[in-house]
């Protein structure tokens, strides 16, 4: 089926599909901050980051939470050698976790 639907596309509807994804990505304004909301909390919570994240700006989230630590009661933890989903399958973490609740 992939040779098929390979054999059988027509070029000028790829280039179609990528010109108007470009546009897309170049007319429209995508910011959403969640930093924005992030701010709004006030209940004591744990930020998890591992370093090799490259699903997130890591340092950069890192640096807007400190600006908030002490007054949103943040408690923020970073692993090297872990990534996004590594956090979730970590020991040290899962203690980390649990550690901080029982605080």
Known sequence: MASFIKN????????NIKSQRENVLNTHNFEFNPFDNVKKIMIPSIWI??????NVSVDQAV???????????????????LDHSGVFN???VLNDIINWIRE
């Open 63 to 81: 640096s807007d939470l400190e600006t908030i630590k002490n007054t949103n009661k943040i408690t923020i933890k970073t692993y090297e050698g």
């Open 8 to 15: 059988n596309v027509d070029t000028n509807q790829i280039n």
């Open 49 to 54: 980051f591992g370093k090799n994240d490259i």
């Open 90 to 92: 970590s020991e040290l």
